[in-house]
Structures are given as C-alpha cells and as structure tokens.
C-alpha cells in the first residue's frame, strides 16, 4: 500500500486520517505544520501528501506550492483537505500544485477513492 504524509495542526484531523488510512493497509507519515511537513516530504518520499490549508507559519497553499516546484518532490501528489470550501480557494490550491481538493469533514470513502485516483495517475 502507500506511504502517506499527512501535514495538518490539529491533532484530531491527524488521528482521524491515520487512522482512515492504516485501517486500509497505509503507511502514515504525520506533521503538525508546512514547513515541517515539506521537510519531511523531501526527507521521505511519501507516494503522497493530504496537506491541511490553514496552519501557523507555512501554510497549506505555500507548502503545496514548495513540493510541487521543487525537483525532489514535484512528482508527488498533494491532496488538499481542509475547512475552506470556497471556489476561489480550490482554484488557487489546483493552481498551486495541489493534484486534489476536498473538504473536511471528510468521508472515509472520498478519501481512499481520491488518494487511488492519484495514486494511479503517479503510476500512469
């Protein structure tokens, strides 16, 4: 199965994903904030990143923007999960890299089906 990251400030929606996650057979990699989170993606190459928008420091939107750029980690696809359901912000996280959008709360079966849906077009 895949190696995830998962970069989000609040405990809850990290334990929550892990959890979603492992019951499916993941690895789950975990950072409460961008910059450690780009840290780790660089350090680690996860087959994926579900990064949260808003986070003290680094956020969401910048963070997706520094792995999608950088050579060691463009190949990587972020899915963005966050509160911020507003268009213009799923525009501008497509446009900073982001391979995905969804919304919290977020349903088990959206999530393992998006994470699949890069996955295979990684492996494509």
């Not at 450690?36 to 910048?62: H, K, S, T, Y």
Request: charged share 25%; proline share 4%; glycine share 8%.
């Amino acid at each position: 199965m895949a190696k995830v990251l998962i970069v989000d400030d609040s405990p809850t929606e990290l334990y929550q994903l892990s959890a979603m996650l492992e019951k499916h057979g993941h690895t789950v990699l975990t950072a409460d904030n961008g910059a450690d989170g780009v840290a780790l993606c660089r350090e680690e190459q996860p087959d994926a990143v579900l990064m949260d928008i808003v986070m003290p420091g680094l956020n969401g939107f910048q963070a997706t923007r520094q792995l999608s750029k950088d050579g060691s980690t463009g190949h990587i696809p972020v899915i963005i999960v966050t509160t911020k359901d507003q268009e213009t912000d799923r525009v501008w996280g497509m446009r900073q890299g982001a391979k995905n959008y969804l919304t919290k709360p977020i349903k088990e079966n959206l999530l393992l089906e998006t994470l699949n849906e890069v996955l295979s077009d990684v492996a494509a």
